[in-house]
């Protein structure tokens, strides 16, 4: 299925068979394809660029596709990276965290850092936890394949 080319967001590099490899969803998603391209939300003069999940409700193209800033993803990217490295040790603790000392690390970025913390603020993080934990470890091989790919093309790039 082609991702349109007539809406806001401007596809310019595209993966139009994402649904084949959308994690556990794969060839059952709404998730269709991906592109990297000219953000939707450009002002005259000022333009940047996004990256867009494209979803299809079967019918149309749905209003909860999303586009994220590039930076966004790599943000996200680094989150992900650092939960992951987190539970390798989380075992260590009863309630797989430490009430006490909550935050996990402060990355550095641009001058300042972001702080990756377990949400006490939920009710029910106690049991929520536990569930992440087992789902993360559950998709370890799916994650670790595409983690795998990532730091080889980063190494490739010369960032590693």
Known sequence: MKIPVTLKHKPVIVSENYENIDGRKAYHTDAKGLSLGL???????????????????????????????????????????????????????????????????????????????????????????????QTLSDDGEMIGERLRVLGQMLKDMGYA
């Open 39 to 133: 953000a939707q939300w450009n002002d005259r003069g000022k333009v940047d660029i996004s990256a867009k999940v494209w979803r299809y409700t079967g019918e149309k193209w749905s209003r909860q596709s999303e586009e994220l800033p590039m930076h966004r993803v790599l943000d996200l990217s680094i989150l992900i990276c650092r939960t992951m490295q987190y539970f390798q040790e989380a075992y260590r603790y009863p309630k797989l965290y430490d009430s006490a000392h909550t935050t996990i690390d402060r990355v550095g970025l641009q001058g300042d850092a972001m702080t990756v913390a377990v949400c006490t603020e939920n009710p029910m993080i106690d049991e929520d936890i536990r569930l992440f934990s």
